[in-house]
Nanobody, 124 residues
Framework: VQLQASGGGLVQAGGSLRLACAAS????????KAWFRQAPGKEREFVAT????????SLADVVKGRFTISRDIAKNTVYLQMNSLKPEDTAVYYC??????????????????WGQGTLVTVSS
């Protein structure tokens, strides 16, 4: 599976962005999907995940109520809608996919496939 992330950019605090992760090679329906992010000088951290069948989503506490993960089966794409952005959301955002069990959903090393990352910068 090849993943291509897009949609990053510069936005003011309080604004919104929607990231997209387009897959090719295989259907994303067979995998758990996730978004992670990595800020400068920090480790990669979990943001959101969607179960294999798309029925269950999980979000990191720091983004709950602001971010939403979703998918478009026909487009073989997973999205991350980010609202009420804060300067601390500034990071490179990565999409990931893999055969990942529920208990490992927030662990980056559990995912086999990764996109190249897209930079989100939130100005104050």
């Amino acid at each position: 599976v090849q993943l291509q992330a897009s949609g990053g950019g510069l936005v003011q605090a309080g604004g919104s962005l929607r990231l997209a992760c387009a897959a090719s090679g295989r259907s994303l329906s067979g995998y758990r999907k996730a978004w992670f992010r990595q800020a400068p000088g920090k480790e990669r951290e979990f943001v959101a995940t969607l179960s294999q069948n798309g029925g269950v989503s999980s979000l990191a506490d720091v983004v709950k109520g602001r971010f939403t993960i979703s998918r478009d089966i026909a487009k073989n794409t997973v999205y991350l809608q980010m609202n009420s952005l804060k300067p601390e959301d500034t990071a490179v955002y990565y999409c990931a996919a893999g055969t990942v069990i529920q208990s490992s959903r927030a662990i980056a090393s559990a995912y086999a496939y990764w996109g190249q990352g897209t930079l989100v910068t939130v100005s104050s």
